[in-house]
């Protein structure tokens, strides 16, 4: 197997890898696919690895072996798609690394929701890959070009959307041209989005397992349940990520901006530093006319990473619970006090 045809032409183009060196295909449990110079193998994490280590390796990694089958190292990764794992456990949950490129399938049926889809905007900035959202199943929906140009205006500026149908081909051209050999793309989205159907519809086989919607929501069962490799026909691969029921983000404060940045670009002219765009006066994100539904979703994952910061930074959680005893201590003083 050529390592380069797999992806290291985009990982390290000026470095030759040592035949040592391998990526991991798939994942289960601790036992992984791992594609080599000598073709597939199955390998396992050394015990170094495993009581060391910050995170046991993911899809797309790229690994160092011994005695063949053996993981010994998780080479540094180019990019990483996280989310914070799902429950109370404040920890990040790697789905996959070294993509260039986060597709963000979306159905244009009862699936559709643009809140959702910034909530992805901000995961796929953080890890570093470029997004393109998919708006799959455009046969369902005879506005599905308006569909595209409002999703541009008003909650995806700047970022390419794409209107097809995996069921009829309608637009899967325009897939693989986003994409040159040895680049590595990773499809993300809700189950029943049509990512295995995409898959599918690009390999002209029936490799991946699909299922029906349910008619009343357009939710689907999770019928891809690992995240796995695929070397495509056109020399570049995609990876097929299960469905998520739950995406919580794990980011930097900064990439909210970057997926709202209209309304980061107008927050540098208020009047405050720390205006919170609601009531302050000089405030000229909301003199902009911004719309309220996008506004309150930039707000609200603003407070959702803010939460993340102090659950992760302790001296940050001991500075805001400082401040609130503050402010608690003013009022029973001072109930009449204003604030």
Known sequence: M????????????????????GRVASASRERFLVWTGK???????????RHYSAGLPCVGDWVALRAGNVITEVLPRRTQLSRKRPGKEVREQVLAANIDILFIVSGLDRDYNPRRLERYLVLAYESGARPVILLN?????????????????????????????????????????????????ALIGSSGAGKSTIVNCLLAEQRQQTA??????????????????????GRYLLMDLPGLRELQLWADPEQIDNAFNEVASLAELCRFRDC???????????DAG???????????????????????????????????????????HNPKGRF
């Not at 390592?3 to 060196?21: H, K, N, T, V």
């Not at 205006?153 to 637009?171: D, E, F, K, Y």
């Not at 919170?276 to 909301?286: D, L």
Request: include cysteine; glycine fraction near 6%; proline fraction near 4%.
């Open 137 to 185: 199943k455009a046969d369902l929906r005879p506005d599905a070009l308006d569909a595209v140009v409002a999703l541009t205006q008003r909650h995806a500026p700047g970022v390419t959307v794409l209107a097809l149908s995996a069921l009829t081909g309608l637009g899967m051209e325009s897939i693989p041209a986003h994409l040159t050999r040895g680049q590595t793309a």
């Open 39 to 49: 073709g597939e193998i199955l390998a396992t994490i050394s015990g170094t690895l």
């Open 290 to 332: 911004i719309d309220e539904e996008r506004l309150a979703g930039y707000r609200k994952l603003q407070r959702e990473v803010a939460f993340l910061d102090r659950q992760t930074d302790a001296n940050l959680a001991r500075e805001t619970k400082r401040r609130w005893k503050a402010v608690h201590k003013e009022l029973r």
């Open 276 to 286: 919170t765009h609601t009531h302050e006066p000089g405030c000229a994100v909301r």
């Open 2 to 21: 050529d390592l380069f045809e797999i992806g290291w032409e985009c990982y390290a183009p000026s470095q030759i890898p040592d035949i040592s060196f």
């Open 212 to 233: 029906k919607v349910r008619s009343a929501d357009s939710k689907g069962r999770h019928t891809t349940t690992r995240r796995e490799l695929i070397l495509m026909p």
